[in-house]
């Protein structure tokens, strides 16, 4: 009798920590762009949407999710934060946890240029008209952008592809399993994406 209410015990207990475990946790703030010329975001897994608007703020919302278990255990994310670090004019923004997928959903002002790292996951960004890095390891980068803003669109995967819609003096170029393609433009600003293994698709939204 001891052993069975022991063991009903140490079931429910053990229960009760994975249901923990797996809770959602979302991470919400806001932070001044007054001062700021750019801003960087750095993720390992998940995704990365962003929106450029008439705003004056950067508005940030993060789902974050473990992803890996252990004997049932899901991975310990309860100490998930976002953190901010300033460095001169730009703001870089993570959320250091480790075993751990995290979908950004970000609002920005025009005037910021963008830095992104993802490792795994998918980056989309609408009516975006500023300089822009992009780094993915493996999955999609997708973007809506004016070609006129730009004096040059470098897009390159290593292995996938790369689609172009409603853009002019554009050349693309297949290499191996790979793709490459760049943009002329009369504009002054610069996108730089590269793609280990995945997709990238770039829009012309004034074709």
Do not use: C
């Not at 993802?118 to 973007?143: C, K, M, R, Y």
């Amino acid at each position: 009798m001891k052993k069975t209410i022991l063991a009903t015990l140490a079931f429910s207990l053990f229960t009760s920590a994975s249901v923990l475990a797996s809770d959602e946790i979302s991470l919400n703030d806001n932070f001044s762009a007054g001062d700021l010329k750019s801003l960087a975001i750095k993720n390992g897994v998940g995704s990365i949407s962003i929106e450029v608007a008439d705003i004056s703020s950067i508005e940030v919302k993060v789902s974050v999710e473990p992803t890996t278990s252990y004997f049932f255990f899901e991975s310990d994310i309860s100490e998930a934060k976002l953190t901010a670090t300033t460095s001169g004019s730009e703001l870089e923004l993570e959320v250091p946890v480790d075993d751990s997928e995290q979908n950004w959903t970000v609002r920005i002002p025009r005037h910021l240029a963008l830095s992104i790292d993802l490792g795994v996951g998918d980056v989309d960004i609408a009516n975006i008209n500023q300089d822009i890095t992009a780094n993915v390891g493996v999955g999609e980068f997708s973007a809506t952008l004016d070609q006129d803003s730009y004096k040059s669109l470098d897009a390159e995967t290593g292995v996938g592809g790369v689609s172009l819609s409603g853009f002019t003096n554009s050349e693309n170029e297949s290499h191996l399993v790979g793709n490459r393609a760049e943009i002329a433009g009369e504009g002054i600003a610069t996108l730089e994406v590269d793609v280990g293994v995945g997709e990238i698709n770039l829009k012309n939204r004034n074709e």
